[in-house]
């Protein structure tokens, strides 16, 4: 059985989930992931002790709060910062939103022309 592997780390994929799930509970975040909650506890300190996520507790539960500036400056690994890697990724796909900057030299690749449309 070959390994798995997936473009997004389990730090990314639980960022994620907390964006757009703020309420969640850790059993919510390791079975979305697909990681233990040991692994997403983890995880969440990390991203604690980097100052990307916050928590407070609303009655029994955490409520998470990213701070999307700690993200987009946090360079963790290589010389790539998130916004750089996220306009890589954008101008593979060629859509790149108005409020993206690309990074010298990348350009958006022009969109594929729909089957059976006269070409140039």
Known sequence: MSA???LLTNH???LIHIIEHHRSTLRDIAATVGITERAA???LRALEDDAIISR???GRRNVYTVD???LMA???HGKYTIEELASALFAISGRVPSAIE???G???RPAAAPPGSAQG
Do not use: Y
């Open 4 to 6: 798995r592997w997936g």
């Open 41 to 43: 506890l983890s995880i």
């Open 56 to 58: 407070r507790k609303e």
């Open 74 to 76: 946090h360079r963790s």
């Open 68 to 70: 999307m500036a700690a």
């Open 106 to 108: 990348l350009q958006p």
């Open 102 to 104: 690309l990074p010298p």
């Open 12 to 14: 990314a994929l639980v």
